[in-house]
């Protein structure tokens, strides 16, 4: 059967120390309520001794947010963890999370001490904590490089005092999975007190490894995992709280559950990065730019014939509206008739080729292809209808100025003219058009792209014009902008028309 996981989340907290990072406590309880709305269970808030502020977001943070337990770091000192309890009074379910360094580097070189002393340290904080607060989680420094003897018996000593959830970091993210997960599972079968704890991995991700780091040790009976949203986190930075609730999803061999809302995940994740300051890199996993996109041609085909034959996930299980296509050189003639599709267009394996052959050539000038490319490109292949055609056009004035057209429109066998002022040339003329149709239609939308560097650009205006609640799409391309913009209305007139 499967079991839960609780996601315990340090962004606030083991996150929130990288530079540049610092949030303010208004800040910090966005943060949190949007992790109480993502469904996180533990909420590590801070770190209350070290500095005012700190201790105030932790005080804010406990009475904002309801649903999880609100956890407060302090190190195995009893003026820490008094502040810390002191910083936990508002919150619904408080836990302190103490510990100490456990490995021969932080016993010798850091502390100074000897084993013997680090464990009544560690025995004599976490009791100090038990009578402050209804839970006490204890983390023992530098776990992956500790000895496993030392480990075993400094956590079934403190399991004994009362901590009832015993974390193991591997805070220099040295271990490769296999080891953390045998750590893992010695411990489970060698801590003789281990079923009255949780044990909850905490792994960094100097080596790149965090994540599979913290996964072996789920395989190998941890029920607790520490995380951060987008990975934020102290130096390369801890285990990303998307990968190891996604695997965890995914992969039906981890037999354990977890309570987040992944629908929200993306939502998350932009709000952090945003307030963190934290650009999140476009290849990132789950929540990059590109992780649920496709450039490349065999790719797109497979994808468009069924998105499981290049992803293993639903973008939607993740709150990412739909996979994208993207358009570059590298695509293909599927990706292509997919995106002409959306703009609404649809035509015959022989002009699809054609446009292809012309998409080629403007990809390889400009790395990705937008909507706006597209439609300047498809304008070249769109036959023109001659119901309505532009006889004469003359114009004054420049953009932004009062200006004035007439211009003259051959309109199935009559010819008639019109004359407006605008504010522009390009106003004018439509103005000038307009009073020339019957058709009630509105200009929803105006793309103009210049198509080569010098004095004689080619211009290409895309326009849409609505009627009746119905989109046509008209194409002008010239070296004058007005005279672009008329001709492209008149050919969205002209599929208006023949419509
Ligand atoms: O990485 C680490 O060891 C930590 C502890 C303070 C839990 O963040
Ligand atoms: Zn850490």
Redesign the pocket.
């Known amino acids: 059967m499967s079991e839960k996981l609780w996601i315990f989340d340090?962004t606030l907290?083991?996150g929130e120390q990288v530079p540049g990072c610092q949030l303010d406590t208004r800040e910090k309880i966005v943060v949190a309520k949007a992790l109480e709305e993502l469904g996180v269970d533990i909420l590590e808030a801070g770190f209350p001794i070290s500095s005012p502020g700190d201790f105030n977001s932790v005080v804010e943070i406990s009475k904002s947010v309801d649903r999880p337990i609100i956890c407060a770091?302090s190190r195995a000192v009893e003026k820490d963890i008094e502040v810390a309890a002191e910083a936990l009074r508002f919150a619904k379910r408080s836990r302190i999370?103490t510990?100490i360094?456990v490995s021969g580097y932080h016993i010798q070189h850091k502390l100074r001490s000897t084993p013997e002393a680090v464990m009544e340290k560690a025995i004599k904080a976490v009791k100090l904590a038990r009578n402050l607060v209804e839970e006490v989680e204890f983390?023992?420094?530098?776990?992956g490089r500790a000895d496993p003897e030392f480990l075993t018996r400094i956590l079934e000593a403190v399991i004994k005092a009362g901590a009832r959830v015993v974390?193991i970091?591997?805070?220099?993210g040295y271990c490769l999975p296999e080891q953390y997960g045998n750590i893992i599972r010695h411990l489970k079968e060698n801590v003789s007190n281990i079923d009255q704890a949780i044990i909850a991995t905490?792994?960094?991700n100097d080596l790149g490894l965090a994540t599979a780091n913290s996964i072996s040790g789920e395989l190998n009976g941890a029920r607790q995992v520490?995380v951060n949203m987008n990975g934020i986190?102290?130096k390369s930075r801890?285990t990303s709280l998307e990968e190891e609730v996604m695997a965890i999803k995914r992969q039906t061999k981890i037999h354990v559950y977890t309570e987040i809302n992944t629908k929200k995940i993306y939502e998350t994740s932009r709000i952090i990065s945003k307030l963190m300051n934290m650009p999140i890199q476009p290849n990132k996993a789950i929540v990059g730019r590109n992780a649920f996109a496709h450039s490349s041609g065999i790719h797109q085909d497979g994808v468009l014939k069924n998105r499981e034959n290049y992803e293993i996930m639903d973008p939607k299980d993740v709150g990412v509206e739909e996979s994208s296509i993207v358009l570059t050189a590298r695509s293909g003639r599927a990706a292509l008739k997919h995106h002409l599709k959306l703009l609404g267009f649809e035509f015959e394996k022989e002009k699809l080729d054609e446009i292809y052959e012309d998409f080629l050539v403007l990809a390889d000038a400009k790395r990705d292809i937008g909507r706006k490319d597209l439609l300047s490109l498809l304008g070249e292949h769109i036959e023109n209808s001659p119901f309505i055609s532009l006889e004469q056009i003359t114009y004054q004035g420049k953009e932004g100025e009062e200006a004035r057209a007439e211009i003259s429109l051959a309109i199935g066998d009559d010819i008639k003219q019109g004359a407006s002022t605008g504010n522009g040339p390009v106003d004018a003329v439509i103005k000038a058009i307009k009073q020339l149709i019957s058709q009630e239609v509105i200009l929803d939308e105006f793309l103009i792209q210049a198509m080569t560097k010098g004095s004689d650009d080619t211009c290409k205006v895309h326009m849409r014009l609505m009627h009746e609640g119905k989109p046509y799409h008209g194409f002008g391309s010239e070296t004058d902008i007005v005279l672009a913009s008329a001709k492209a209305f008149v050919d969205a007139l002209n599929k208006l028309h023949v419509k």
């Open positions: 340090t907290r083991d770091l999370h510990g360094g983390y023992a420094e530098d776990a974390n970091p591997d805070t220099t905490h792994c960094h520490e986190g102290y801890n």
